[in-house]
């Protein structure tokens, strides 16, 4: 059923997730650390990977955003909400990263928020055993894509690693909260698409 609150909140959500600086309660990781030496090379790779964190992290408070606004059960709402606000962190730490590396966020950053949102509302009009599970695979992917960054990161740049190791924990906690509350696995035809859409955006926000 339509509830413009729920909706007023959700584009309350975008504006914050788009315009405003991000918050975080906890210390950011690695900001004991020292600045590494990078060389240029070392610089850009790193910058670009960090952008790629952060659209990441814009898709999921959109996702998370628009599961809660269609979810039937409470609890369920409460559940995804708590996950964007903790995956609000992770949006300040990328965020604070990328400008200590001189790059910039992704120009793409409000259509990857619309659509992402859009597919977080169908998700939760499937229901919320569905909708939990899109939420789990979701962060099962993620975990994947920040093990490659770990690979991929210069290894000197001890700063960013910290961020992205923590991240990885962090987005494992949330699928395994998605699926004790009884998200159901998805099908593999949708996690392929998933895949392959998660692809796109990751190509187009390494250089945009």
């Known amino acids: 059923m339509f509830n413009i609150d729920k909706f007023i ?24 650390l020292p600045e590494a030496e990078l060389t240029d090379a070392e610089r850009k790779e790193s ?11 814009v898709c999921a408070q959109a996702l998370y955003q628009g599961q809660a606004t269609t979810a039937q059960n409470a609890v369920i709402q409460q559940t995804l909400m708590q996950a964007a606000r903790e995956e609000t962190e992770h949006l300040a730490w990328t965020e604070r990263r990328i400008t200590e590396l001189g790059g910039h966020k992704s120009l793409l950053n409000p259509l ?3 659509g992402s949102f859009m597919i977080g509302v169908i998700a939760g009009t499937l229901g ?10 979701t962060e099962y992917q993620v975990g994947a894509h ?8 210069p290894h000197n740049d001890e700063k960013s690693r910290a961020i992205v190791v923590q991240m990885q924990l962090d987005e494992a906690s949330h699928a395994a909260m998605a699926m004790s509350h009884g998200g159901a696995e998805l099908p ?5 698409a998933m895949k392959m859409g998660s692809k796109v955006m990751t190509r187009t926000a390494y250089w945009v």
Do not use: C
Not at 10 to 26: E, I, K, V, W, Y
Not at 47 to 57: C, D, F, K, S, W
């Open 188 to 192: 593999l035809p949708v996690k392929l």
């Open 146 to 153: 920040l093990a490659g960054h770990l690979q991929r990161l």
């Open 9 to 32: 909140i959700g584009f309350d959500g975008a504006l914050r997730t788009l315009l405003a600086p991000a918050q975080t309660l906890r210390s950011v990781p690695g900001s004991d």
């Open 47 to 57: 910058t670009a990977l960090m952008r790629i964190n952060h659209v990441g992290e």
């Open 112 to 114: 990857w928020y619309g």
């Open 128 to 137: 919320d055993k569905w909708n939990l599970g899109f939420l789990a695979e």
